[in-house]
Nanobody
Framework: QVQVVESGGGLVQPGGSLRLSCILS????????MSWYRQAPGKHRELITT???????NYRDSVKGRFTTSRDNAKNTAYLQMNSLKPEDTAVYYC????????????WGQGTQVTVSS
């Protein structure tokens, strides 16, 4: 059974940094695109970045230049490095793993809270 588990959230001051990790188990990691979503209170969930099996990445405009996603296939882990954090980055961050050959196979983590506040 495929499982996705995020970690690394917490409280950080504006301008600070955090790194989120996302570990996939029960599947062949390099068959999955790994994405990060976030959902702020009272707002819709939004896609912020994806890294596919070929290490091709894309980013939401609001995080370009501040956030970096990466993956380590040897560790079955994806990362989200977040720098220059702003209060508006406060949200629950979710990792997903989507099979690149099967559109119906996407797995979500439980989410990790990121709070940016002084």
């Amino acid at each position: 059974q495929v499982q996705v588990v995020e970690s690394g959230g917490g409280l950080v001051q504006p301008g600070g940094s955090l790194r989120l990790s996302c570990i996939l188990s029960g599947g062949i990691f390099n068959m999955y695109s790994m994405s990060w979503y976030r959902q702020a209170p009272g707002k819709h969930r939004e896609l912020i970045t994806t890294v596919n099996s070929r290490d091709i990445t894309n980013y939401r405009d609001s995080v370009k230049g501040r956030f970096t996603t990466s993956r380590d296939n040897a560790k079955n882990t994806a990362y989200l490095q977040m720098n220059s954090l702003k209060p508006e980055d406060t949200a629950v961050y979710y990792c997903t793993a989507a099979r690149e050959d099967r559109l119906d196979m996407t797995y979500w983590g439980q989410g990790t809270q990121v709070t940016v506040s002084s």
